[in-house]
C-alpha cells in the first residue's frame, strides 16, 4: 500500500467502525422501546385480572379491590429492574399468603418486558 491510498483507508475504517457504534446503539434504542411495547400487551393479556395496567386497558380487573396499578407501582421509590424481578419470582400465593399474586410463571425475557413496562410509567 503507497502513501496515496493509507489515508483513504484509515478514513473509511473509521466511517465503518462508526457505522457499527451507531447501528448498535439505535439497535439498542429500538430494543427497549419493543420492550416496552411488548411487556405492555403482555401486562395486558396476564395482569388485568388483578391490576389496572394501562388506562385503556380493555376491562377492569375483577379483584376487589384491585391489586396496586401498575403506575402506582411505578412511582414507588424503590421500584426498581432488580425489585421488580424478584417480586415476580419470588412472591406467591400460598397458604402463608392466601392474598398474594398468584405465581404468573414468567420467564426472563417477559420479565424484561413486564419491566421495563412499568418502568416506562414512572413520571
Known amino acids: 500500500m503507497d502513501s496515496s491510498t ?3 483507508w484509515t478514513a473509511s475504517t473509521w466511517v465503518f467502525v462508526i457505522w ?3 447501528g448498535s446503539a439505535w439497535g439498542q434504542a ?3 422501546t419493543n420492550d416496552v411495547s411488548k411487556g405492555r400487551h403482555l401486562a ?4 388485568t385480572t388483578c391490576h389496572v395496567v394501562a388506562p385503556d386497558q380493555p376491562y377492569a380487573p375483577t379483584l376487589s379491590p384491585p391489586a396496586p396499578s401498575f403506575e402506582s407501582i411505578a412511582q414507588r421509590a ?6 421488580l424481578r424478584k417480586f415476580l419470582t419470588t412472591t406467591y400465593q400460598g397458604l ?3 392474598k398474594g399474586m398468584p405465581n404468573p410463571v414468567l420467564a426472563d425475557s417477559q420479565i424484561r418486558t413486564i ?7 414512572r413520571k
Open 115 to 121: 419491566s421495563a413496562y412499568l418502568l416506562s410509567l
Open 6 to 8: 493509507a489515508p483513504m
Open 44 to 47: 395486558i393479556m396476564l395482569c
Open 30 to 32: 429500538v430494543d427497549a
Open 78 to 83: 424503590e421500584t426498581d429492574g432488580d425489585s
Open 20 to 22: 457499527m457504534i451507531a
Open 96 to 98: 402463608d399468603k392466601p
